[in-house]
């Protein structure tokens, strides 16, 4: 099993993984176990988190840790040119687990808002869909156009006769096409939650998706060329 040392205190700035040294007795330990699988416990916490697909070529090449103005650890990421995957993050107490969490919420909240303001067709459903687990968080925004529900009735052909079927369809954000699904970065998403107090974790949870869809609907409603059926629809789904 490869093993990675990162010290918990250096020097500030962002140092790639060659320049940290090796002789630390207070180090974040990340292990490389099989089918490229690595493992680390939450220094603060001591939980553990699992990640996957993570190779130690990759490990080797684009591993960066950044240290605040204290030097304290402060991020673990993993960055091949404009691609940053966050790996670990430390946070001085609760109140700065909060403030990071509602600080990329709102970011992400902007960022899909602004993708789905590039809609120019008619809309009959905005749909705000998430799934809310420490391990596995989801949250994403779709839009259902006029097109895709009619689309969609059209494929139900004679269980279109049945009004509470057809309604129970066009509610569904499911049945509408994947391609106008977009996510957040659940993966940092997750990865703060996992290094994050485990005794506030939902508590965060439920911020972030309160907060991303308050101010997806708030950006983005009012903005929409709207069919006369429209509807903003936010649920959880299994």
């Keep these: 099993m490869k093993e990675y040392k990162i010290p918990l205190q250096f020097k500030s700035g962002k140092f790639h993984f060659s320049e940290l040294p090796t002789n630390n007795e207070n180090v974040l330990l990340f292990s490389c176990e099989k089918f490229d699988i690595l493992s680390y416990f939450v220094p603060k916490y001591k939980t553990e988190v699992r990640l996957y697909n993570i190779t130690e070529q990759l490990l080797q ?62 809309v009959s459903r905005l749909f705000i869909e998430y799934y809310r687990a420490v391990d596995g968080m989801d949250f994403a925004a ?36 994947h391609e106008n699904r977009i996510e957040c970065d659940r993966d940092t998403l997750n990865i703060m939650m996992l290094c994050a107090n485990p005794d506030i974790q939902v508590e965060l949870l439920d911020m972030a998706i309160d907060v991303m869809t308050n101010i997806i609907k708030n950006n983005v409603v009012d903005k929409l060329d709207k069919a006369d059926d429209f509807k903003f629809i936010a649920e959880e789904y299994d």
Aim: negative net charge; hydrophobic residues 35%; charged residues 30%.
């Design 61 to 122: 090449d684009c591993l960066y840790a950044t240290y605040n103005d204290t030097g304290q650890l402060k991020y673990v990421e993993l960055i091949q040119g404009d691609d940053i995957r966050l790996m670990f993050i430390s946070y001085i107490d609760d109140a700065d687990e909060k403030a990071e969490v509602l600080d990329y919420a709102e970011q992400s909240a902007d960022i899909i808002s602004n993708e789905l303001l590039k809609c120019r067709e008619k």
């Design 142 to 177: 779709k839009i259902g156009t006029v097109a895709d529900k009619q689309a969609l009735i059209k494929s139900l052909g004679d269980r279109a006769k049945q009004c509470s079927f057809v309604e129970s369809v066009i509610d569904n954000s499911g049945d509408y096409p």
